[in-house]
């Protein structure tokens, strides 16, 4: 049954934690729907986490290998201002999980080394 995120957002801010996941190919859109979702919805208080610039940021990127799922969760946590968000929106995570087949990461680390290379 499909939902308007909207709908699923308002629905879920109740709960302590939820996950929804948007997954696609690369290049298709994801981003920029969030980011046009998040300015056409300035009445829902969305936090958006951009993980590739975060982990550019850090001055010690060491600890990019030692994130595990909880340790991902505990530092998400951390990002996300004190004060309520109905939603958080965390992009571009991708790098730090072993998801795609060879092609995929092959394809990944020629378009990071454009965008990224402070991490490679």
Known sequence: ???ALTDLIKEFTHERYIGI???GDADAGKTSYMQKFIKLHPQLN???IDIQE????QPDKSFI?????????????????SRKVDACI??????LFNLWDAVK??????RFAVTAPALL
């Open 1 to 3: 049954m499909p939902y």
């Open 46 to 48: 969305i936090y958006y």
């Open 90 to 95: 965390v992009d571009h995570f991708d790098f």
């Open 65 to 81: 290998f030692e994130l595990n799922p909880r340790k991902f969760v505990d530092w998400i946590l951390q990002l996300i201002p």
């Open 21 to 23: 996941v948007i997954f």
């Open 105 to 110: 990461k092959e394809e990944f680390i020629k």
């Open 54 to 57: 975060r982990a550019v940021a």
